[in-house]
């Protein structure tokens, strides 16, 4: 018997695959990326960009290969309109894009940094060039959030996390029309004491639709005496009722090894917005920032994530 863990994400040997460095205009960090495949098969990346205020926006970067020459926007794609969405005040981060067919739209929902904390916004685009704002959806504080990519049981459903005391945990709302949220349910908790996932989760990437459940992807976070540690773990959800969970992995599945993601701006924290699947319907990409500090990709195979979740959960 092996004393390594299932690999169950393989790093890119390319990784960092994008970083400030290769930015049109100067950022300080580009990270934490939401993805989506384009119908003509280019990987498209909308990626948080963090300037020397400290505050953030978001940029396109597009791939042939989701790999490598990447065509980044020679200006910001999406800035912050503190003008007209006071809720952005302090910049927009941490993008998660969902295709919705109903509308033939991309959905994406954003943190929106406000004076009195981070909530969730939500913007959707045909192109990526022209956006039709919504403002913010839930009120601060709450992040992490994904739409699921079509109605369920009539209605539009969506993953966030607000914070309460003790803890954060991840919830589900529905909405008629993406506007008005209520119904609102408690998904999947932190766990306590010891655990990897004590405390605090979120979502990380968006849900993807499997014969078996929702998959979803989140992050735990760990507090030691250093500081913390952002890891990933997997849980299945019921496919009509997404706040069922059905399946739990115990263990976590990816953490911070590698240097890029040991060092950098905010140590120790692997932190996925998006993925795509590729035409086998198999394997995901995964897009994950790395310590704030630059992206990183790390592909499986959701048949074998749902066969070690079966195994683990
Ligand atoms: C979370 C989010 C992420 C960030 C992570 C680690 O709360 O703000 O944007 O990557 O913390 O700093």
Known sequence: MSNRHPEIFRRHPHNPILTPAAWPYPANSVFNPGATLLPDGTTLLLCRVEDRRGHSHLCVARSANGVDSWQIDSQSTLLPDPEHFPEELWGIEDPRITYLPELSKYGIVYTAYSGVGPGVALALTKDFEHFERYGMIMAPEDKDAALFPHRIGGQWALIHRPVSAPGAHMWMSYSPDLRHWGSHKLMLEARRGGWWDANKIGLSSPPIETPQGWLVIY?????????CIYRLGLA??????????????????FGPEEQYERRGDVDNVVFPCGYTLASDGDTIHLYYGAADTCIALATGSIRGILNWLHEDG
């Open 219 to 227: 992050h735990g976070v760990r507090q030691t005496p250093a500081g």
């Open 236 to 253: 299945l959800f019921d496919l009509q009722e997404p706040g069922r969970c059905l399946k739990r992995g115990d263990e976590w599945i």
